[in-house]
Nanobody
Framework: QVQLVESGGGLVQAGGSLRLSCATSGGRISRISAMGWFRQAPGQEREFVAGIDWSSSHTDYADFLKDRFTISRDNLKNMVYLQMNSLKVEDTAVYYC????????????????????WGQGTQVTVSS
């Protein structure tokens, strides 16, 4: 089993920044090949934000980010981060940490159905 716990969400003004953190633990943590972030606004489907290959650190971002977000990981601490800059009102959502087992396949990991483990979510609210 793998447990994911997010932190770092909150209320921020448009144009501001937040850093989200995700701590991983569990007996199957060595099976994890990919980690990343999804988000879900009320009434919306859960959408991919960013992903990272756990071993190579190769990254993948949703097109709408336009270089505003940066995903990173610390393998030694089993942590993954999402630095969010130049936040917009439309970034308001619950952000979920995600992990997948097996070989990293970005096309698959971009879909919620390709995720094996989810965190509980952390709320990010961007005000105008």
């Amino acid at each position: 089993q793998v447990q994911l716990v997010e932190s770092g969400g909150g209320l921020v003004q448009a144009g501001g920044s937040l850093r989200l953190s995700c701590a991983t633990s569990g007996g199957r943590i060595s099976r994890i090949s990919a980690m990343g972030w999804f988000r879900q606004a009320p009434g919306q489907e859960r959408e991919f934000v960013a992903g990272i290959d756990w071993s190579s650190s190769h990254t993948d971002y949703a097109d709408f980010l336009k270089d505003r977000f940066t995903i990173s990981r610390d393998n030694l601490k089993n942590m993954v981060y999402l630095q969010m800059n130049s936040l917009k009102v439309e970034d308001t959502a619950v952000y979920y940490c995600a992990a997948a087992e097996g070989r990293y396949r970005p096309t698959i990991f971009r879909r919620p159905n390709g995720v094996d483990y989810w965190g509980q979510g952390t709320q990010v609210t961007v005000s105008s």
